[in-house]
């Protein structure tokens, strides 16, 4: 089985402030993972993915991802927030040898002026 | 190139009709996924095709629904007989190849679908 855990609902941060969206999975196997980004009536954007390699991957829009295995996680960062950067974020994760994309519930993030 | 396409957009529906969604992949995808997005809730696998194999059904929450993809491209979900609960975004989603591969999937703008 596999799994995903977003913990935080909503993440608030002001804009100029490092960002961080959490997410911890758990998977057999190597894990495969993923970040998308959804904005307000349109599907999901890929942003980023971890599949072997610098544990530290760098994605779209300046966000990176740290994926640490012996915390089983892969937390969304950027080091600078923009407003137009809120929207809902998705972790995704499926083991190496399975095609099936586990989906956190999501976490929204808010970027205040 | 073009990315994913789903039509139509939007679909209002009355309680107990059928309905077909469709999604056109990118080209050269050879893997393509159904997903369903009830508000509030993550995304929930429905179904997955992958080249000419059978495909995989186990995400189908009732035997209403259905999909088929015909030539290896275009794919329509049918549900039939519809009830409120279905009342969801479904997304349409591709990638380059299925399997143990870590190709990303390309997602589509979903139908939003209201059931009355």
């Known amino acids: 089985a596999q799994s995903v855990a977003q913990p935080e609902d909503q993440v608030n941060v002001a804009e100029g402030n490092p960002l961080t969206v959490k997410c911890t999975y758990s998977v057999s196997g190597n894990p495969y993972l993923f970040w998308y980004v959804q904005y307000p009536n349109r599907g999901l954007q890929f942003l980023l993915k971890?599949?072997?390699?610098?544990?530290l991957v760098k994605g779209s829009y300046g966000f990176e991802a740290e994926f640490n295995k012996s915390q089983t996680s892969f937390h969304l960062k950027k080091p600078s927030a923009l407003v137009s950067d809120s929207a809902l974020y998705f972790c995704?994760?499926?083991?190496?040898?399975?095609?099936?994309?586990?989906f956190g519930s999501g976490t929204r993030l808010l970027v205040r002026p | 190139g073009a990315g994913v396409s789903q039509s139509p957009s939007n679909k209002v529906t009355e309680k107990g009709k059928d309905v077909e969604l469709r999604c056109d992949p990118i080209s050269g995808h050879t893997a393509l996924y159904w997903y369903r997005q009830s508000l509030g809730q993550g995304l929930e696998f429905l179904i997955y095709?992958?080249?000419?194999?059978?495909?995989?059904k186990s995400g189908l929450p009732s035997d209403r629904f259905s999909a088929e993809r015909t030539g290896g491209s275009v794919s329509t979900l049918t549900i039939q007989r519809t009830q409120q609960e279905d009342s969801a975004v479904y997304l349409c989603?591709?990638?380059?190849?299925?399997?143990?591969?870590?190709?990303?999937?390309?997602f589509g703008p979903g139908t939003r679908l209201t059931v009355l």
């Open positions: 095709f992958q080249g000419n194999s059978a495909p995989d």
């Open positions: 989603a591709s990638s380059l190849a299925g399997g143990s591969s870590y190709n990303e999937q390309f």
């Open positions: 995704a994760v499926r083991g190496d040898s399975s095609y099936k994309l586990s």
């Open positions: 971890y599949i072997t390699g610098d544990n």
